[in-house]
């Protein structure tokens, strides 16, 4: 899904009765990003479950997927580190770093999206979708949303009381 779909989606779901009370709860649980939001690290949370973008549904992986696939490919991996740092020395104080230059790492997440989980919630997004639910937010109070404006407040106090 490209950004307006996700946009769509969100609003389209704001729009229901049950499906509003949703979007009400993930803009709770994840907002504000820098406090509420944060990348997805283990398996705990999902019980060894797939686990998807509740809005997009993309099937997410977390970090520690990405830590067993370096450890899979670790051999490939430290090959492709060590080619790395050496590109990085020869090339000290070069402002335009060779952009065809490979980055295993980069290949190996290749088609694979980092979940994102919030507080009090077994949701997870994908950042794609965080980013649009921010967006989402922020153009709904610019239009004098009060029901958003006053979760927003409530989750204020939230995190001012637990000093998150």
Known sequence: MNDIEIMDKIKKMYEGEKSKKFILHLIHSYLPIQVRATKFVNLEKSQGKTIKCAITNVPLYTIDD???MIDKNQDKFKEALL?????VVEHQG???PDPARPNMLKEM???????WTGLETNTFLCQQALVQLNE???HQLLMGD???????IKT???VAERGY
């Open 146 to 152: 009060h029901v958003i404006n006053n979760i927003l």
């Open 66 to 68: 990405v830590l067993t």
């Open 156 to 158: 204020k106090r939230s």
């Open 136 to 138: 989402f937010v922020a």
């Open 83 to 87: 080619a790395d740092v050496h590109y």
């Open 109 to 115: 997440m290749k088609g694979h999206v980092l979940a």
């Open 94 to 96: 070069d402002n335009n």
